[in-house]
């Protein structure tokens, strides 16, 4: 079936730096990719949604300038934690859309914890 | 807009008993409905899907039935084992609204040997 990296899978860093945390369909084409967060023990809230070629889509209340995302090509879109701090201390989840003309289906990443001391 | 309701856990139950989660939902249009599973520390994984009324999703001896008259989509198994212990997520995709998902809050389920 279908598959869709996420990288790093961990990561740990201090205030004020950025992180960039990859996400990749590793066996099919991707325009549309969604980036979520998840806090612990609860659900998923969608964050933005990545189109391929034009600028990301944001859900309210979601800053766009402190989360940058490129979608730079149709099997990669990245999402970019600028000027992290504690609060931005999550679990981070892309999902990469599968269309064949039929179906669409969402595929999900590993996931990515990312840790801000 | 659009919202998913799922049973509030957590939920144990011992191994070999049945399981149902409750899922309703609200949306408008004709959304495709899912299952994903959880476990520990790791992202999420499509249990089942249905993509149209009265379809029935299943996967792993878990199954669900899309239900247009009660906007529902329970999810069942007959026999639940230990390594079914894991956070279960309803959820629904409109395409009308660019294919993006909506998420109930999970319920844990924990199974005991």
């Known amino acids: 079936g279908a598959v869709v990296s996420q990288h790093p899978s961990r990561v740990i860093c201090k205030s004020g730096t950025s992180v960039k945390i990859e996400c990749r369909s590793l066996d099919f084409q991707a325009t549309t990719m969604f980036w979520y967060r998840q806090f612990p023990k609860q659900s998923l809230m969608l964050m933005a949604t990545?189109?391929?070629?034009?600028?990301?889509?944001?859900e309210q209340g979601v800053e766009k300038d402190k989360f940058l995302i490129n979608h730079a090509s149709l099997t990669l879109s990245t999402l970019t934690v600028t000027s992290a701090h504690p609060e931005d201390s999550s679990f981070y989840i892309c999902?990469?859309?599968?269309?064949?003309?039929?179906?669409?289906?969402?595929?999900f990443g590993p996931g990515t914890r990312l840790l801000v001391l | 807009g659009n919202s998913v309701t799922q049973m509030e856990g957590p939920v144990t139950l011992s191994e070999e008993a049945f399981l149902t989660i409750n899922c309703t939902y609200t949306?408008?249009?004709?959304?495709?409905l899912f299952w994903y599973v959880q476990y520990p520390g790791e992202g999420l994984q499509l249990l089942l899907k249905a993509t149209k009324a009265d379809d029935k999703g299943s996967n792993k001896g878990f199954e669900a039935t899309y239900r247009k008259e009660t906007t529902s989509f329970h999810l069942e198994k007959g026999s639940v084992q230990v390594s079914d212990s894991a956070v279960y997520f309803c959820?629904?995709?409109?395409?009308?609204?660019?294919?993006?998902?909506?998420f109930g809050d999970g319920t844990t389920l924990t199974v005991k040997p």
């Open positions: 949306a408008t249009g004709y959304p495709s």
């Open positions: 990545s189109n391929e070629g034009s600028k990301a889509t944001y």
């Open positions: 959820a629904l995709s409109d395409r009308g609204n660019a294919g993006k998902s909506t």
């Open positions: 999902s990469a859309r599968h269309s064949t003309g039929v179906t669409e289906t969402q595929y």
